[in-house]
Structure formats: C-alpha cells, structure tokens
C-alpha cells in the first residue's frame, strides 16, 4: 500500500468519529496535506505532514504509517505522530460560552424574529 485517501486516513486514526465526517472536513476545506487543501480522495503517503482544522484548534499529524482500517486509540501513536503545540490543543478544552435568553414562561416557541437573532448570536460565538 503506497498511499491511502486522506478521509479514511483521518477516520482511521481516530480525529473523526465517522469517515462522513472526515469526508466533510476535507470537502469544507478543513484539512492540508503538506500545505495545501485537500479534497477527500486526496493520497497521503509516509512522511506527509496533515493539518486539520478542528472548531477553534489547528491539530497537525505526520503519517509515519498508511491504514485504511480503524484501529484501537492505542495504536495511533504508531500511526500517526502529534505535532500540534500545546496551546492548540488547550483550544478543543474551552468551555463554550452560553447564551441565555430570557422568555417569559409558556409564551411558546421563539418566533422567526427571535430565531434569527439567537441565530445571529451563535454565529458571533464560531
């Protein structure tokens, strides 16, 4: 196996919960293999440094070896060696800030007017 799609690759060691996912992420341009964009059936080989673009986090894997199957959080380490400074890790831990809203009780669902200002709100928080 020379190269692997870099969406399996990221499912299989573990940064997407689901290929779907990784699929996604490469798609919405969240993803650099060796600097540049990646689409998801872009190769990876050994060697090539990915960059992922996780919420706030920037995380980046070099890819010491190539696995298109899912493994255990234990083998990762073989597979992929961590190059992501500390202080972006730290940015996957912080708490998200809520938005409180005060509605009168039983005054029912938000209307479209409402809706669009909470939506407006949590777009200011991403």
């Given amino acids: ?7 399996k ?5 573990r940064v997407y919960k689901t290929r779907s996912e990784a699929t ?5 341009n969240k993803v650099r293999v060796n600097g540049a964009v990646a689409k998801p059936s872009k190769p990876v080989k050994i060697g090539d ?4 673009h996780k919420g706030p ?3 980046v894997y070099k890819v010491l070896q190539l696995s298109e199957n899912r493994m255990g959080a ?3 380490p073989h597979y ?3 190059l992501t400074p500390e202080a972006e890790k730290q940015k996957l831990h912080i708490p998200r ?6 509605r009168d009780k039983g005054s029912g669902r938000p209307t479209k007017k409402e809706r669009r200002e909470l939506d407006a709100l949590m777009d200011l928080l991403d």
Avoid: K
């Fill in 1 to 7: 196996m020379d190269n692997v799609r870099v969406d």
């Fill in 9 to 13: 690759y990221l499912w299989a060691i």
């Fill in 24 to 28: 996604d992420a490469c798609s919405g």
């Fill in 74 to 76: 234990q083998l990762v």
């Fill in 97 to 102: 800030e809520t938005i409180v809203m005060h």
């Fill in 80 to 82: 992929a060696e961590d």
């Fill in 57 to 59: 986090a920037a995380l």
């Fill in 49 to 52: 440094s990915v960059e992922v």
